[in-house]
């Protein structure tokens, strides 16, 4: 199931846990400090051994994955989801 907070964040629950959320609204930092409209630079180089092609920056912790999605070298979402 799905479940929208404001316009800017999607959580997505299966059988009960989260199991994915999404931020495409500026006002919410990642632990580095990374928010919509950061250039792919600045994920780079927070995140200096990330899997990356042209529009999208993987980051891999453990059990979860964060993805930023990006176009024309800025931020345009991030989702963490975790396994």
């Known amino acids: 199931s799905e ?3 404001r316009d800017s964040c999607k959580i997505t629950a299966q059988s009960g846990f989260v199991k994915q959320i999404s931020i495409t ?6 632990d580095t ?3 919509i409209g950061s250039s792919k630079e600045d994920v ?8 990356y092609s ?28 975790v396994s």
């Open 44 to 51: 780079l180089s927070k995140y200096g051994d990330a899997a």
């Open 3 to 5: 479940m929208c907070i």
């Open 54 to 81: 042209e529009s999208i920056v993987f980051v891999s912790s453990g059990a979860s994955v964060m993805q930023f999605n990006i176009e024309n070298d800025l931020v345009t979402m991030i989702t963490l989801s």
């Open 33 to 35: 400090g990374l928010t």
């Open 25 to 30: 609204g500026k006002g919410v930092l990642t």
